[in-house]
């Protein structure tokens, strides 16, 4: 049966079917058939609520409110996704609050009883029956330790899951209908879309991964005097209850209130920023959503982290690319910026390169003529993304949530301190991954890698050459060869790539000295790093051999 096994399913999908069309969205839900197989209220496609008044972007994000915490989530997710959602959109998402009433205390103890499998009485000194938080998927509680000790209690809605899992399978098949009767929605994969966000909610259903999460948080600053962490309580934890320390701090964007306490603004955002660049050029595991109501300030001046839920994850590769793009703005280098977009997105085959690069440069004669202090990274940020929107260019989930982390930490710094400069604070960071990058340990690890390569591909050929042979014999074809000087045709290939390997060799020396000099390492000899002199010197010399070794063959 297309809509679920069950009459819970019929009866869920009739009501989303239903709000489409309050919200002037039954064309659609006409297009992809499922009005002609649901009994719908076709009724409401009458606009008596008067919802023609309102945009499209407007009517999207009242839809969603309507339809539950599922599709609420959706709408988070999609709105760190401006590679793919259009800015008017982005802004009403953004907008999407999932507050909703709390649901009561003896639900609450229940919940938490059947976990943690005690008497509630038994762990807690005091427990507030009322949430100071309630949001869709669960709802916070402070409560006290037998020891004392202040602590938050997380405890997720009763029956949330079910109600998600059926949610989930309706949007799928809903994606599938409009991947298959609306041909222009291929270019965005709608499968792919809800397959992604299927399992971002399964994890943030898991309040143990969240626990995880916290835990090697807590492990990546561990030592830090600037950030704090909340401890978790494993004994207390579990998939639907997590406990953690109660941290006591005023919100980073409560400006006033920091200022009345005698701290840095100016500080607290350098602080802020160093740590989100730390996070992804060190860590690479990044908090998710830094938004100001995750991001608390205690009076002794420290930052604390809150809400571990949504966290984002980034291999060295990522990184690289990251720093690629923040050289290519800083030097306004076009070619560079549009070749890591492209390496890091999937390109439509209706995609124009050119006239995409043509938009990038177009984008940064904007900035030409200003100094880094007056260039707002996020604007940036946001108009490439918007760039590869309109060209098609899918960039991965994590990469988006990874550019919009740093659109966020950038708002609240210029918040704090108008004179706050992102690109300033990543600086470093950057040189130091630059560095690492091209010293000589790893750039020999990549001719390492290159050479193992070239010898794993080696091995499998005679296994093509037998592959080809049986092909051959079973067609009865009959091919003569003859094999005159191949034992020199050998020779002449392995010197070729000897000579690859040691031009290979060569570059790197060159690369990894030129680096030096820029990066301006001592010892220095005329104010120039004397290690990066050696590096040309060794470099030239090498060069020198290899030409005239080309020289005696005769071969120019």
């Not at 989930?397 to 004179?419: A, Q, V």
Request: hydrophobic share 40%; proline share 4%.
């Amino acid at each position: 049966m297309i809509f679920g096994q069950t009459y819970q399913h019929i009866k869920r999908y009739r009501q989303i079917v239903n709000i489409f069309i309050k919200y002037g969205f039954g064309y659609l839900m006409d297009k992809i058939g499922v009005v002609n197989v649901l009994p719908v209220g076709k009724k409401l496609y009458k606009d008596k609520l008067g919802y023609k008044k309102l945009t499209t972007p407007q009517k999207v994000k009242l839809m969603l409110e309507e339809l539950g915490p599922t599709f609420i989530k959706l709408g988070q997710i999609l709105s760190i996704r401006p590679d793919i959602i259009p800015r008017e959109y982005i802004m009403e998402l953004e907008k999407l609050q999932d507050n909703v009433p709390g649901f009561d205390y003896e639900k609450v103890k229940v919940q938490i009883e059947k976990e943690l499998e005690c008497s509630i009485d038994d762990v807690f000194l005091s427990f507030e029956k009322e949430p100071f938080a309630a949001a869709s998927i669960a709802q916070a509680h402070r409560a006290v330790l037998e020891n004392g000790q202040n602590v938050v209690v997380k405890v997720q809605r009763p029956n949330i899951t079910g109600i998600i899992k059926t949610d989930l399978e309706i949007l799928s098949h809903m994606a599938k209908l409009i991947e298959k009767h609306v041909p222009e929605s291929r270019t965005y994969d709608p499968v792919g879309i809800v397959e992604e966000f299927a399992e971002a909610i399964k994890t943030e259903l898991n309040f143990i991964r969240e626990g995880w999460n916290i835990e090697r948080f807590n492990k990546n600053f561990e030592g830090d005097p600037i950030i704090y962490i909340p401890r978790v309580y494993w004994d207390l934890t579990s998939q639907k209850v997590i406990t953690v320390e109660y941290i006591e701090g005023i919100k980073v964007n409560q400006v006033e209130k920091i200022s009345e306490l005698g701290l840095s603004r100016k500080q607290i955002a350098e602080n802020g920023a160093r740590a989100l660049m730390k996070q992804i050029f060190i860590h690479g595991f990044f908090h998710g959503d830094p938004h100001p109501g995750n991001i608390l300030i205690k009076h002794d001046g420290k930052i604390a982290f809150i809400d571990f839920g949504m966290m984002g994850r980034i291999d060295e590769e990522t990184k690289y690319k990251m720093v690629d793009l923040i050289f290519g703005v800083i030097n306004k280098d076009t070619g560079k910026i549009v070749k890591v977009l492209l390496d890091i997105g999937v390109v439509s085959k209706t995609t124009d390169v050119r006239k995409l690069k043509l938009d990038v440069e177009d984008m940064l004669e904007h900035y030409y003529g200003r100094s880094l202090r007056q260039i707002k990274f996020s604007e940036l940020i946001n108009e490439m993304l918007h760039i590869t929107s309109r060209y098609k260019v899918k960039l991965p989930s994590n990469f988006t949530m990874l550019c919009k982390s740093i659109i966020t930490i950038e708002g609240i710094g210029r918040e704090l301190d108008p004179d706050f400069n992102i690109i300033k604070t990543a600086k470093p960071f950057v040189k130091q991954l630059l560095q690492e990058r091209y010293n000589l340990r790893n750039l020999m690890k990549v001719v390492n890698e290159t050479l193992l390569e070239l010898k794993k591909v080696s091995k499998t050929i005679p296994e093509l050459v037998k592959e080809a042979y049986q092909k051959i014999k079973q067609d009865n074809i009959k091919i003569d060869f003859e094999y005159k000087g191949i034992e020199k045709a050998v020779f002449e290939l392995n010197k070729m790539v000897n000579r690859l390997v040691f031009s290979m060799i060569v570059s790197s020396i060159i690369i990894g000295s030129s680096l030096i000099i820029q990066a301006k390492f001592g010892p220095y000899m005329y104010d120039v790093p004397l290690l990066g002199v050696f590096g040309f010197l060794a470099a030239g010399l090498l060069g020198i051999g290899l030409v005239i070794s080309i020289w005696r063959s005769g071969k120019i």
